[in-house]
């Protein structure tokens, strides 16, 4: 796989340059893209109307319609139920296992999360309902005031509330939050919450051998629900102290794994229910989970070594199939 973007705020663009933008970047790059060569993926910034889009312009520049070529797609236009909650879930199907590990009681864990995006947002709402813990903070990028603010309350964040005053661009009502309770501090001040549980799920290298030295005793899983949120700096604290790290390429897999159930039932034509998915989902992310420590325990190494020793074993046997090596 690959990353790679356009780099412009989509809160400066209308409706119609949005779809200007996102047929463009298709029209020159249709021939590098296809269901059965590269299938892009949403990530920051972006929306299920700009994936379908981008799917109706390959369609029309290869003569047929083409809803594998893309996914999180819009629901009606080739998307999948389920996708929208499946990165953060995910997240939180890999954090139960974790605690069943570390024999953790979900019901009596507190999580601190950066971020409230699409991710931090159901990873909240799902530490909540699926685990029976209680978050006690999320962050956000406040677009007027060009900086971050931490979001606490004293009971606990309402993800559903939060959500309900939030943009589309993850920027919380800060007005209509502190009527409500909440505690506006910066926005690093998440990762020294006292919590068993950190969640950094807003963007890349927020974790720093700095920032690190702020955390809680008390943490002991921290579970990347972004892309790279830790340095390599925070790396060795994190193993110094032995706290229970879940990498992001494992943790935040729930996206692109229902990315590849959408790409699933595109080829079928047929849609599986919201329930199917997340199952499928839960099973396919304690499966990864399991092999992943399995690999730690029996190697002695760190779980992000570990993740990566399942990964590269994997591509090695792919390829001596093929006949590659």
């Given amino acids: 796989g690959g990353k790679g973007g356009v780099p412009v705020d989509p809160a400066t663009l209308s409706v119609f340059e949005k ?12 021939r590098n893209i296809g269901p059965r060569q590269d ?29 594998g070529v893309i996914t999180g797609k819009p629901l009606g236009g080739g998307g999948s139920l389920g996708r929208t909650e499946a990165t953060g879930y995910g997240v939180i199907y890999t954090v139960r296992e974790a605690m069943k590990h570390l024999k953790i009681d979900p019901s009596k864990s507190v999580a601190a999360i950066q ?35 931490t979001f606490s309350h004293p009971e606990g964040v309402d993800p559903k509330y939060l959500q309900s005053i939030t943009d589309q661009y993850g920027t919380i009502d ?24 950190l969640i ?6 927020q974790v720093t051998g700095e920032s690190i030295k702020k955390i809680h005793s008390r943490v002991k899983i921290i579970a990347e629900g972004a ?21 992001d390429f494992l943790c935040n897999a729930g996206g692109v794994t229902c990315s590849y159930f959408e790409g699933v039932q595109n080829d079928m034509n047929f849609y599986w229910t919201k329930q199917e998915v997340l199952e499928k989902l839960d099973t396919k992310m304690t499966q990864a989970f399991n092999s992943v420590l399995e690999m730690s ?23 001596e199939l093929r006949g590659w090596i």
Avoid at 19 to 30: A, N, P, Q, S, Y
Avoid at 61 to 66: C, D, E, F, H, I
Avoid at 115 to 142: H, P
Wanted: glycine share 10%.
């Fill in 297 to 319: 325990e029996k190697e002695k190494v760190y779980m992000r070594d570990a993740a990566y020793m399942v990964a590269i074993a994997r591509v090695v046997k792919a390829m």
């Fill in 200 to 205: 950094p799920a807003a963007l890349e290298g």
């Fill in 115 to 149: 971020g409230f995006g699409n991710v931090s947002q159901y990873a909240s709402i799902g530490f909540i309902e699926l685990l029976g813990g209680k978050v006690t903070c999320v962050s956000c990028w406040d677009r007027g005031d060009k900086c971050s603010y």
């Fill in 227 to 247: 892309n790279g949120p830790t340095t390599p700096e925070a790396d060795e604290v994190i193993k110094a102290n032995e706290i229970f790290d879940i990498p």
């Fill in 174 to 197: 800060k007005a209509k939050a502190h009527s409500a309770g909440y505690v506006l501090e910066e926005g690093d001040a998440w990762i020294a919450k006292e919590a068993d549980v």
């Fill in 19 to 30: 779809e200007k933008l996102c047929r463009g970047w298709v029209d020159r790059m249709w």
């Fill in 39 to 67: 299938v892009p993926a949403p990530d920051v910034g972006t929306t299920p109307q700009m994936m379908g889009w981008m799917m109706d312009e390959y369609s029309k520049l290869v003569g047929q319609y083409t809803p």
